[in-house]
C-alpha cells in the first residue's frame, strides 16, 4: 500500500516519560533474553540467506569459469576477440541494474519467505537453461532473464536484515552475507576445477551449469519453508520472542512498518545526494567487482599457469577476502565508524591494482595484488551496504536508496565486464589503471561523506543536545532529516507526544 500518512509505528512497545522529557523504551526483557534470539535469528535467518546469495552467486559468475571449458568455442563461434563473451557477460547486468528498485519496493508489500523462494526458483532454471543454449541470442537472453530474477535477492537481503537486527549488530551480518559471493568465488573455482578434469559425454561447460543451478531450485523450496515473515508477522515467535524482536526493530528508531510504502520516503530517497555519492562509490567498486567474477581466472593464465590450475589459484584470493571483509566489518560495527573502513577497503584494492601495473613480470608479486584486489572489492562492497543501512533512517527509504546505489553500481560491472578483451592480454594495462583510478576515487568520496555525516552530528548534538542513548527515535514522518525548527516543551505539566522529526537521530560517519 503506498501512502502519504504517517505510519503509527509498533504499537505493542511501551513506552515512559522520563522527567527531563525524552522519550525512552521501557526495559521489557534480560539481556541473555535478547541475546538467546539473537541467536536463534543467527541460526535461522544466516544460514538460509548466506546459501542463496552463495549458489546465486555462482550462477552468476559460473561464466567465466566457463569460458575456459569450451563455451566459446562451441556456443560463440570461437569468439577470437572475446567481444561476445563480453556481452554475455554484461547481458547480466543490463537487467540487474533497471530492477532492483522495484523489487526491494514490491518486496516491502509481499512476504519475504515467498519472495526469496520463488525467486530462487527462478533463478535456479534459468542457470539450468544456459546449458541447452547453442547461440549467441539464447545464451544472451538466459543471461538477462538470470539478473531479473537475482535483482529479487542480494537488493532486497539489506532492508530485510534490518528488519531483525539493530544498527550495532547488522554489519557483521551483512559481511558475512556479502563473504559468501568471495566463498563462492573460491568454491567456484573448486568445481570448476573438478569438472573440468571429468571426462564425460556431456560438455564440461553444459555439466558445470547444471551442477549450480539444481540446488538454487532446491534451496527455492527451503526458503519458502524455513525463512521467517517479519517480525509482527512471522509465527516464528512465541509471544515474549515477538516482543523483543519488535522492541529491537524501533530501537533508536520509530519507523514506517508493515507492508506500506511511504511515497514521501521515496521522494526522499530519490533526492538525497548522498544516496548518488554512495552509488559513485559503488559504481567504482563494483566495476572491478564485475571484471573480477568474469576474468580473474583468465588473468592468472597470464602468469604462465594453465587452465585448471588457473581455476585452481582463484580459491585463496577469494578465501583471503572473505576473511578480511568479516574482520572489517566486526571492528566497524564495534567502533560505529563505516567511513574509514570504507576508506582503507578501496586503498587497499587501488595499491592491488597499481602492483598489477608496476610489477609485469613478478608472478608472486602479481599474485599477491590479487589478494589486496578481492580483499578490497569485497571490503568496499560491505562498507557502503552497511553504512547505508544505519544512515536512511525509515524503511520506505531504505527500500528506495539502497538498490538505487546498488543500480548505479551495477553500471560499474557492466563496465568491468567490458575491460579485460583478449586483445589487450597479457598486460591489461587499461582495465587496472581505470580500475585503480577508480578505486581512489571512492576513498575521496568516502571520506568527504565521513565529514558531512560528522559535522551534521555535531551540528545536531549543538542545537539540539546529545541524544539519550536509550530514547525512540521517530523517523516515520521525515526519515533521517531534520527540519529546520526547534521542538521546545511549553509546561513541565504538558503531556510529550512522540517527537514527529529525527532531532535524535545521528548518522554513522
Known amino acids: 500500500m503506498l501512502t502519504d500518512e504517517k505510519t503509527s509505528g509498533v504499537d505493542e512497545i511501551q513506552m515512559v516519560v522520563k522527567d527531563e522529557g525524552s522519550i525512552s523504551i521501557n526495559p521489557l526483557h534480560t539481556n541473555e533474553e535478547e541475546k538467546r534470539l539473537v541467536r536463534r535469528l543467527d541460526m535461522r535467518l544466516m544460514p538460509v540467506l548466506c546459501t542463496l546469495y552463495l549458489f546465486a552467486y555462482l550462477d552468476r559468475i559460473n561464466l567465466g569459469n566457463a569460458r575456459l571449458q569450451g563455451l566459446p568455442q562451441n556456443v560463440l563461434h570461437g569468439d577470437p576477440t572475446g567481444v561476445l563473451f563480453d556481452w554475455v557477460n554484461s547481458a547480466f547486468y543490463f537487467s540487474y541494474v533497471l530492477c532492483p528498485v522495484p523489487a526491494a519496493l514490491l518486496s516491502k508489500l509481499c512476504p519475504p519467505r515467498r519472495w526469496f523462494g520463488c525467486a530462487a526458483l527462478c533463478w535456479g532454471l534459468c542457470s539450468m537453461l544456459m546449458a541447452t543454449t547453442f547461440n549467441f541470442p539464447g545464451l544472451l537472453v538466459t543471461r538477462v532473464c538470470l539478473g ?54 556431456i560438455a564440461n561447460w553444459k555439466l558445470l551449469f547444471i551442477v549450480e543451478g539444481v540446488p538454487s531450485v532446491l534451496l527455492g523450496f527451503v526458503a519458502l519453508a524455513l525463512l521467517p515473515n517479519r517480525p509482527e508477522e512471522t509465527s516464528m515467535f512465541n509471544a515474549k520472542e515477538r516482543e523483543i524482536a519488535l522492541e529491537r526493530g524501533s530501537r533508536r528508531t520509530r519507523t514506517d512498518v508493515g507492508r506500506v510504502l511511504q511515497r514521501k520516503h521515496i521522494i526522499a530517497a530519490l533526492i538525497d545526494w548522498k544516496v548518488y555519492a554512495a552509488g559513485v562509490m559503488y559504481f567504482a567498486s563494483n566495476t572491478a567487482f564485475g571484471a573480477i567474477s568474469a576474468f580473474l581466472p583468465t588473468i592468472i593464465t597470464t602468469f604462465g599457469f594453465t587452465n585448471a590450475i588457473a581455476q585452481l589459484l582463484t580459491v585463496p584470493p577469494y578465501a583471503v577476502a572473505a576473511i578480511v571483509l568479516c574482520l572489517l566489518q566486526y571492528y566497524s560495527d564495534k567502533l560505529r565508524n563505516r567511513g574509514a573502513f570504507a576508506i582503507a577497503s578501496s586503498m587497499l584494492g587501488a595499491v592491488g591494482y597499481a602492483l598489477l601495473l608496476a610489477v609485469p613480470s613478478n608472478i608472486h608479486a602479481r599474485y599477491f595484488a590479487t589478494f589486496c584486489v578481492t580483499s578490497g572489492t569485497y571490503g568496499m562492497n560491505g562498507a557502503i551496504i552497511a553504512w547505508f543501512v544505519d544512515n536512511l533512517g525509515s524503511e520506505t527509504k531504505k527500500a528506495t536508496g539502497l538498490p538505487l546505489l546498488q543500480a548505479i553500481g551495477q553500471c560499474g560491472a557492466l563496465l568491468g565486464s567490458h575491460m579485460y578483451p583478449l586483445t589487450e592480454g597479457p598486460r591489461y594495462i587499461k582495465g587496472f589503471a581505470v580500475n585503480c583510478s577508480l578505486d581512489l576515487l571512492a576513498a575521496l568520496i568516502a571520506a568527504i561523506l565521513t565529514m558531512c555525516y560528522q559535522r551534521e552530528n555535531r551540528r545536531r548534538d549543538i542545537q539540539y543536545g546529545k541524544p539519550d542513548p536509550n530514547a525512540l527515535v521517530d523517523t516515520s514522518e521525515v526519515a533521517d532529516k531534520v527540519r529546520n525548527f526547534q521542538m521546545h516543551q511549553t509546561s513541565a505539566h504538558d503531556s510529550i507526544s512522540p517527537p514527529t522529526q529525527a532531532t535524535d537521530f545521528r548518522y554513522t560517519p
Open 148 to 201: 531479473v530474477f537475482e535483482a529479487a535477492l542480494s537488493p532486497c537481503t539489506p532492508l530485510y536484515l534490518s528488519l531483525f537486527y539493530t544498527r550495532d549488530e547488522i554489519g557483521l551480518r551483512i559481511a558475512i552475507y556479502n563473504g559468501v559471493a568471495a566463498v563462492a568465488g573460491a568454491f567456484g573455482g573448486l568445481i570448476a576445477f573438478g569438472i573440468q578434469t571429468a571426462r564425460l559425454p
